[in-house]
């Protein structure tokens, strides 16, 4: 800080100010958005690997954008959990994901578990999750079709907290995954007392397993981690054969990515249940 000039705080004030100023801007048009009904959900399968029969499927976000077309959840996700917008979003995926599920059972297809993602800012909120579990609650689904995702990072935010959540949950006869598993700093003595079901091996780790003997190692310490705390795991963003068959050999559980499917919209997840 020695040696400024004033120009240089003006300028970073400026600089600041514009970032700001375009922050609300896009959080105006989340908001516009949200009430145009803009925001849909896509639907990933994800399988058993060595049977390859399906096991369930993630729920993915996307902002159908009249003039931008689809929008990733990587460039609005970040901007609702800096406001409260994620919340109202949260549970209008909520409805959506309640509402496929029951035209799925309404069609008479097998239907497997839909996983929700939880941001950190609903899982602070009590009185949100409660909402989320009444409108579960009054669809007449069972829970047992329900699971969340809930990050590493944020499960280890607060970890009593958190334990009294995922106990809540577990008690209401959801499954809890945790999410971009090896990407945060778990301690083991808590991933031993929450009641979790399954890890998801964060995508980076998949992509590094067969470029180095190292980066195999490391995936085979996450199975061998998750089959001593009794827990499942799941492989995300796996792409290729040879991945899929190292991850067999090493005892993995589940296989999500594309090889087998992308995200997709409700109607061609009919396509894979038919
Ligand atoms: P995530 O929960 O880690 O989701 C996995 C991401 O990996 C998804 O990106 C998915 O499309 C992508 N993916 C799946 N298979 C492959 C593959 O084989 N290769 C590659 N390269 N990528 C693959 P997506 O759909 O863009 O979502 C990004 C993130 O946005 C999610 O990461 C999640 O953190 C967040 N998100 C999405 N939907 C929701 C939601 O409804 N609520 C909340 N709170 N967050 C959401
Ligand atoms: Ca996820
Ligand atoms: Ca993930
Ligand atoms: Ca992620």
Redesign the pocket.
């Known amino acids: 800080l020695i040696n400024i000039k004033k120009n240089d705080y003006a300028f970073f004030d400026q600089k600041m100010n514009q970032e700001i100023k375009q922050f609300t801007k896009m959080e105006a048009k989340l908001d516009q958005a949200i009430k145009n009904d803009e925001f849909i959900i896509y639907y990933?399968p994800y399988y058993r690997g060595v049977s390859k029969e399906l096991y369930g499927m993630?729920?993915?976000?996307r902002w159908q954008n009249p003039t931008k077309g689809l929008i990733?959840?990587?460039e609005f996700?970040p901007i609702l959990e800096n406001s409260q917008l994620?919340k109202k979003v949260?549970l209008i995926?909520v409805k959506k994901v309640v509402k496929s599920i029951k035209n799925w059972l309404d069609a008479g297809y097998k239907v497997v578990p839909v996983s929700?993602?939880?941001?950190a800012r609903?899982l602070e909120d009590n009185n949100h999750l409660k909402d989320i579990y009444q409108i579960i609650g009054e669809s007449g689904i069972d829970n047992s079709l329900i699971k969340f995702?809930i990050t590493e990072s944020s499960a280890m935010d607060d970890v009593n907290y958190s334990l009294k959540v995922m106990n809540k949950m577990k008690a209401k006869g959801f499954s809890i995954s945790i999410?971009?598993f090896g990407t945060g700093y778990s301690s083991f003595s808590y991933l031993q007392k929450f009641p979790i079901d399954y890890l998801k091996i964060d995508?980076s780790f998949i992509r590094n397993m067969t470029l180095s003997s190292d980066g195999k190692n490391i995936v085979e310490s996450i199975i061998n981690i998750a089959h001593l705390l009794n827990l499942k795991t799941i492989a995300?963003?796996?792409?290729k054969e040879i991945e899929l068959n190292e991850l067999n050999q090493l005892g993995n559980d589940f296989i999500?990515?594309?090889?087998f499917n992308?995200?997709m919209p409700a109607r061609e997840i009919e396509k894979i249940y038919s």
Do not use: H, R, T
């Open positions: 990933q993630e729920a993915l976000i990733s959840p990587a996700i994620i949260g995926v929700i993602n939880l941001s609903q995702e999410d971009d995508i995300e963003g796996v792409e999500q990515g594309y090889y992308p995200p």
